[in-house]
């Protein structure tokens, strides 16, 4: 079974950092690219960041490019969101997702989300 | 930006058919997706590359994409369908729709 558990939410202040962690298991994780996506209270998915297996190449939404940094290590299974310079528009639920297309040599085939995590819910407040 | 486009809501009463459009530049030439989302929860993928279906999805859910226009249908809806369903993308980057609220009554 497939299974996403993101983990490292919670309640930060304006200017800070955050680290969330995303634990993958159930499939062969170093052979898929990963995803975060994000979703403000009320509003619609805001895709974020993206990574492929070998961490050769990510790409990055306009929006957040320079405050956010995607990583993983297929060794632990687990997938990383750094969030930096922290703002109140950046309060939103951040689950990551699995690409269910197949990459050879760090290119990727992008064909959508076939898991999502259950989310880990971002506060930014002072 | 590349951006997609979705209607805000579509209603359906139970039985019949409902169609969700998601249009954007060059979308034909593009593979779309289409994501579910009832409150409270993580999304679903229903339909990946235009048409195809993941497994445990039922076939009353289908996909087409011509013309600009990626549409999802939905045929025999169900009182459990009513969610939030999301376009998506790649373009060099994945973009997703603004996701529309469809309302079986």
């Known amino acids: 079974e497939v299974k996403l558990v993101e983990s490292g939410g919670g309640s930060a202040q304006p200017g800070g950092s955050l680290r969330l962690s995303c634990a993958a298991s159930g499939f062969t994780f170093s052979s898929h690219a990963m995803s975060w996506v994000r979703q403000a209270p009320g509003k619609g998915l805001d895709w974020l960041s993206s990574i492929t297996p070998s961490s050769g190449n990510t790409y990055f939404a306009d929006s957040v490019r320079g405050r956010i940094t995607i990583s993983r290590d297929n060794s632990k299974n687990t997938l990383y969101l750094q969030i930096d310079n922290l703002r109140a528009e950046d309060t939103a639920v951040y689950y990551c997702a699995k690409d269910l297309g197949s990459c050879s040599d760090n290119s990727c085939q992008f064909l959508g989300f076939d898991y999502w995590g259950q989310g880990t819910l971002v506060t930014v407040s002072s | 930006s590349y951006e997609l486009t979705q209607p805000h809501s579509v209603s359906v009463s139970p039985g019949q058919t409902a169609s969700i459009t998601c249009s954007g530049d060059d979308l034909e030439n593009k593979y779309a997706s289409w994501y579910q989302q009832k409150p409270g929860q993580s999304p679903v993928l229903v339909i990946y590359?235009?048409?195809k279906r993941p497994s445990g999805i039922p076939a009353r859910f289908s996909g087409d994409n011509f013309g600009n226009t990626a549409t999802l249908t939905i045929s025999g809806t169900q009182a459990m369908d009513e969610a939030t369903y999301f376009c998506q993308a790649w373009h060099n980057s994945w973009v997703f729709g603004g996701g529309t609220q469809l309302t079986v009554l």
């Open positions: 590359q235009d048409t």
